[in-house]
Structures are given as structure tokens and as C-alpha cells.
């Protein structure tokens, strides 16, 4: 069901390690931690099974200023998976006043938590974004969430250079959410 490499053109896509991408930081109010679970990619409920990609416009891939699209394909089983974006979609409205973070990383508070317009993909979907402030640096971050029955698809990406929002590009989000399993 994950999208691989070729098979969306002018886009790179390679697998990408837990180990590798997995983040640390706990949310200092435990109604914020859904958004918080996306960005350490850890979502809750746990799935019954994962994988992760990367995503990248094959014209800028090994550029600095390059957009690297994560891509968490989890599945669930009884309902994990609609409990997953109700969550996340209730955190969106408490959590829009911001919230603090702890992690190895030190100290972090998120601001600016927006709901964004949806995708028109998946049985429900939902995109958001919010800004890091850690140290005085902050980054923009964006995430969309799309549902299909049992399984959920997150993409994200953050911009570490400047503070310019970056996107996840609409034709990403709908050839990943294609893949999924349709409605029954």
C-alpha cells in the first residue's frame, strides 16, 4: 500500500528507518500529545503495523533547501485508525494556543497550531500546521492526515533552514491516498 520509488514520477522515494526518524519529545499537556506523537512518528493508538518512506521532488533532491516529505503508513485493526485522526483532530482544537515539549533535544514549544484545508482523499482527512520555537530557532511544520478504513497515512515536513512554511505537494497526497484500501 506505500507508494515506491518510480512509481510517482519526478519524485524520489526511499525507505526510511525507525531508528532513524523516531523522535523523544513528550508533551508537557497530555491533551497536546497526538500532535506531538505525529512529529516523534509514534502515533497512538499503536498500529498493528508501519513502515516509513521519504518523499522528494527528484529536480531539487540533494539541494540544502530541498523539501523532504515523511510518509507513515500505519495499520490498524477495531477502530485504531479513526481514533487516530479523531484524536489528533481534537488536540488540533485545544492545543491552538501552543504547548511545550521535553525530549533529549532539550526544551521546545510549539505555536501557531492551524488547521489547514483537508485533502479531498480517504474516507476523512486532515492537515495542519504549527511552528517550533527550540532555542530561539523556530520551524515550520506541516502534517496531513488521510483515513481509508483501516489504515492512515501521515505526511509531514519541516523547514530547519528558514522560516518559510514548506508544503506536502497535493500530488503526493493523492497518489499515496490512491493506494489505500477504498471504502467498503
Request: aromatic share 6%; proline share 8%.
Amino acid at each position: 500500500m506505500v507508494l515506491r520509488s518510480g512509481e510517482l514520477k519526478g519524485y524520489a522515494i526511499a525507505p526510511l528507518r525507525y531508528e532513524e526518524a523516531r523522535g523523544d519529545e513528550r508533551s508537557e499537556d497530555a491533551d497536546c500529545a497526538p500532535l506531538v506523537d505525529l512529529v516523534n512518528l509514534n502515533p497512538q493508538p499503536a498500529p498493528t503495523a508501519s513502515v516509513l518512506r521519504t518523499a522528494v521532488d527528484a529536480s531539487r533532491a540533494g539541494r540544502d533547501d530541498q523539501t523532504v516529505v515523511t510518509l507513515l503508513l500505519a495499520s490498524y485493526a477495531d477502530g485504531g485508525a479513526a481514533s487516530l485522526l479523531g484524536r489528533v483532530r481534537q488536540a488540533l482544537d485545544v492545543c491552538a494556543d501552543g504547548f511545550g515539549t521535553r525530549g533529549d533535544d532539550g526544551p521546545a514549544a510549539y505555536t501557531a497550531v492551524t488547521a489547514l484545508p483537508a485533502p479531498r482523499v480517504g474516507q476523512e482527512a486532515l492537515a495542519y500546521r504549527m511552528v517550533c520555537d527550540r532555542y530561539g530557532h523556530r520551524s515550520p511544520l506541516v502534517f496531513t492526515v488521510v483515513r481509508s478504513e483501516g489504515a492512515v497515512v501521515v505526511f509531514g515536513a519541516a523547514n530547519y533552514l528558514d522560516a518559510q512554511v514548506p508544503g506536502i505537494p497535493p500530488a503526493l497526497v493523492t497518489a499515496q491516498a490512491g493506494k489505500l484500501p477504498p471504502a467498503s
